[in-house]
């Protein structure tokens, strides 16, 4: 009978052990396998080019933040160079926000990125809309503008966006301007568990009749299933 019950543990043991020399890798794979969280911020115009500006020109456009800090140091959005404009942080009536300045007679579009990694784990979004592009008003927008915004009538809320008064057409072709930011956040893959990743999109054609302040709607969306889906939808 002892040895019947000795054979029994013995099998026990057998059996956990085997057990956990075939999990242990793969727990050890899940605890490894992780990618970093991620910020990026993409800037860029269309229509530019057909425009003439002063000596100086400046197109002002939100900041990003989160949770009311910026989420790019100020030496991170200072003084970098995308072709013929460099960002500057310049003070408005809404407080900081990022200068993309020209000195070159000949405009050009403006294509700028900005790109920030946190650790596995470091970056977690509890709302989304704290994630912001700054300024920002929360309300929704659902007002008519006296331009037709390149997205729908409703928004999450209203940044704003300036444009040079002195920002003139070269002709009377000149198309509308077209201003495009866009806000990635990605909370990464942590011990095998994949984050979120939210998406906050300003996309607004502005004609030349419209400059000086300029509010422009703020969209929200989320990836899921392979597609972009709207916060709310």
């Given at each position: 009978m002892e040895s019947?019950?000795?054979?029994?543990i013995?099998?026990?043991v057998a059996v956990v052990t085997a057990a956990f020399v075939v999990l242990l890798p793969l727990f050890g794979a899940a605890w490894i396998n992780s990618i970093p969280g991620v910020y990026e911020?993409?800037?860029s115009t269309e229509g530019i080019s057909q425009y003439q500006g002063g000596l100086i020109t400046d197109i002002i456009?939100?900041?990003?933040?989160?949770?009311?800090?910026l989420v790019f140091s100020e030496e991170e959005l200072q003084?970098?160079?995308?072709?013929?404009?460099?960002?500057?942080?310049?003070?408005?009536?809404?407080?900081?926000?990022l200068a993309f300045q020209s000195t070159d007679g000949d405009l050009t579009d403006i294509d700028a990125d900005f790109f920030k990694k946190f650790d596995p784990g470091e970056l977690a979004v509890t709302d989304i809309r704290d994630e912001s592009l700054s300024p920002l008003i929360r309300e929704n927008s659902d007002e008519s503008k006296e331009w037709n915004s390149g997205t729908e009538n409703r928004s999450e809320y209203v940044s704003i966006i300036f444009l040079p008064e002195d920002l003139v057409p070269l002709n009377a072709n000149a198309t509308d301007i077209v201003v495009n930011l866009e806000?990635?956040?990605?909370?990464?893959?942590?011990?095998?568990?994949?984050?979120?990743?939210?998406r906050v999109t300003i996309l607004e054609r502005i004609p030349p009749e419209i400059?000086?302040?300029?509010?422009?709607?703020?969209?929200?969306?989320?990836?899921?299933?392979?597609?972009?889906?709207?916060l709310n939808g």
């Open positions: 019947k019950n000795i054979t029994k013995l099998l026990v911020y993409k800037i456009v939100p900041m990003p933040m989160r949770d009311g800090s003084n970098q160079q995308f072709g013929n404009w460099k960002s500057v942080i310049v003070v408005t009536p809404h407080g900081k926000m806000l990635t956040i990605s909370e990464g893959l942590n011990h095998s568990i994949l984050g979120d990743t939210f400059r000086g302040e300029i509010p422009v709607n703020a969209h929200i969306t989320q990836h899921l299933d392979g597609n972009w889906v709207p």
